[in-house]
């Protein structure tokens, strides 16, 4: 079963902040994020590990809580390229289930 | 620097054509994925496979095949297309670790069946 993402959307003014969320009703070993630029192919952004650290990546970063199986992206004062579709995959033997996807739009 | 590539970006085909789509990637990777993504819904995968000639059934493999011949090489077969297999086709690859492992996508394909 896909992971629910919420929101669906977010509209945002360069350095705004926003919080992404991924919700499984299965226990998690770790969880992907992956964005995708408009016209573009997905692209990784980090892994977070079953008792693993909460990771960064420039100003996005991300907590993953095994208890209520969610994971949650945060991205911190958002520029103009961080526009795109956000998408939380979740492992299930080797491979991802990837989440529906939360549509980012930062103006300036 | 890494690479996954697609036989082509748009492609249109009729109703009950038999239709190929290839995925090539350089990288030496023993998995290789299929997905198909829509409006709202995401990825969704359609096949995989470990290794050459292993393929397992992802989420939604009704009305697909695939074939995988050689290490870097994975085609999904549509063998009657049908309307409602217009989409975005996204081809991916990843080293096999015993846990997943980043993926790389290629540019995808954009079909239309009329």
């Known amino acids: 079963q896909q992971p629910v993402q919420s929101p669906q959307a977010v509209i945002l003014r360069e350095g705004e902040d926003a919080v992404i969320n991924c919700s499984s009703s299965k226990a998690l070993y770790s969880v992907h994020w992956y964005r995708q630029k408009h016209g573009e192919a997905p692209v990784f952004l980090m892994i977070l590990l079953k008792g693993g650290e909460q990771k960064g990546h420039d100003k996005i970063s991300a907590s993953f809580n095994e208890k209520k199986q969610q994971s949650s992206l945060y991205l911190t004062a958002s520029q103009l390229s961080y526009s795109g579709t956000y998408f939380c995959?979740?492992?299930?033997?080797?491979?991802?289930?990837f989440g529906t996807g939360t549509r980012l739009q930062v103006f300036p | 620097d890494v690479k996954v590539t697609q036989s082509s970006r748009y492609l249109v085909k009729r109703t009950g054509e038999k239709v190929f789509l290839e995925c090539v990637q350089d990288m030496d990777h023993e998995n290789m994925f299929w997905y198909r993504q829509d409006p709202g819904l995401g990825l969704r995968l359609i096949y995989f496979s470990y290794d050459v000639k292993m393929k397992e059934k992802g989420d939604i493999p009704e009305g697909y095949s695939v074939s995988r011949e050689k290490k870097e090489r994975f085609s999904l077969i549509l063998e009657s297309a049908s309307t409602n297999q217009t989409s975005m086709y996204l081809c991916?690859?990843?080293?096999?670790?015993?846990?997943?492992?980043?993926?790389?996508f290629g540019p995808g394909t954009r079909l239309t069946v009329t």
């Open positions: 995959g979740t492992e299930t033997n080797d491979k991802l289930i």
């Open positions: 991916a690859s990843s080293f096999r670790g015993g846990r997943a492992q980043e993926q790389y």
